[in-house]
C-alpha cells in the first residue's frame, strides 16, 4: 500500500484500514493471480529473455574489452558474425586472448540455453491449448510463433483487458503527459509492464512495416517518421498492433466456445 505524503507511520494495521475504505469505496485495484501451471510456463519466457540478455551482455563485454585495447572492429550494425569474424584474424595478447576467451565461452553458454528455451517455448506453441490462439495472432503480418507465444503466456488471461488501450498501456506503449490548462505535453513512453515482451513486440511492429509486411501499418508509419521520428512512430505502430493482437486473441477465443457449443 502506498503512504500518504507527510505520514511518517507506516504499519500493517493502518494498511488494512486504508484497504477496508478503499474497498467500500470501490476504488481498490484487483491483481492477476496467474495458475500453477500457467506461471511455470510463464517463467520459461522470462529465463528466455533473461538468457538473450545475457547473450548480448557477454557481446558487449567482447567489444569493449577490445576497444580498450586499441581494437575496434565492425560497428555493432554489422553483426555479430561479422565482428567475429573479424575477432579470429586479430594477434591478441595472451592475457587479453584469454580473457576474450572466457566472455566468448558466457556467450556461447548463454545461446545454447537460448537455443533450449526457444525449442521448449515452440513446442508449446504447437501444443493443444495454445495452438488455436498462437495460429490466430500469426495471421497478423510480423508476428511468428515465438513472439505470439511470448505474448500469451506473458499476458495469461486476455480478459483482464477490459478496454483495447488498456493492453497498451499494460505494456508501457502509452505516452507520458504533463498537461496542465491547455498546455499539453507528452514526453516518452511510460514503459510499464513486463520489458521483455515490450521489445519483442516492437520487434514485431518494426517486421510489420517491412516489405511484405501490413499495409495498413506501413502507411501509419511512413505517415508518422518524417514529423515524429522513427523510432516514436515504430512506437505508434507497436500500439496499434498489440491492440489488434488482442482482438484476435478474443475471436479465436469467441470461435472455441463456438465450437464446443
Known amino acids: 500500500m502506498e503512504r500518504a505524503p507527510g505520514r511518517q507511520v507506516k504499519t500493517d494495521r493502518l494498511d488494512v484500514g486504508t484497504m477496508a475504505r478503499k474497498l467500500e469505496q470501490g476504488t481498490l485495484k484487483g491483481i492477476y493471480v496467474p495458475s500453477r501451471t500457467a506461471h511455470e510456463r510463464r517463467q520459461v519466457v522470462r529465463t528466455y529473455g533473461q538468457a538473450l540478455k545475457e547473450r548480448k551482455r557477454a557481446q558487449s563485454r567482447v567489444r569493449s574489452l577490445l576497444q580498450e585495447h586499441g581494437r575496434l572492429g565492425p560497428p555493432p550494425s554489422a553483426g555479430w558474425t561479422a565482428y567475429r569474424q573479424w575477432l579470429e584474424t586479430q594477434p591478441l595478447p595472451a592475457e587479453v586472448q584469454l580473457c576474450v576467451d572466457a566472455l566468448l565461452a558466457l556467450r556461447a553458454t548463454a545461446a545454447t ?149
Open 113 to 261: 540455453q537460448a537455443g533450449l528455451l526457444k525449442t521448449r517455448l515452440l513446442r508449446l506453441a504447437a501444443s493443444a491449448p495454445y495452438r488455436p490462439i498462437v495460429a490466430a495472432l500469426c495471421t497478423h503480418p510480423g508476428v511468428g510463433p515465438l513472439s505470439a507465444i511470448r505474448f500469451v503466456l506473458e499476458i495469461g488471461d486476455i480478459h483482464r483487458f477490459a478496454r483495447a488501450d488498456s493492453i497498451a498501456h499494460y505494456l508501457g506503449l502509452t505516452p507520458s503527459e504533463y498537461s496542465s490548462g491547455d498546455s499539453v505535453q507528452r514526453g516518452p513512453i511510460l514503459k510499464f509492464g513486463p520489458g521483455a515482451l515490450r521489445g519483442a513486440m516492437l520487434q514485431c511492429g518494426w517486421a510489420s512495416v517491412r516489405r511484405g509486411g501490413e499495409a495498413v501499418l506501413q502507411e501509419m508509419f511512413e505517415r508518422l517518421a518524417p514529423r515524429a521520428r522513427r523510432k516514436r512512430a515504430i512506437v505508434a505502430v507497436t500500439r496499434r498492433l498489440v491492440v489488434r493482437l488482442r482482438a484476435r486473441w478474443l475471436e479465436a477465443l469467441k470461435e472455441e466456445d463456438a465450437v464446443a457449443a
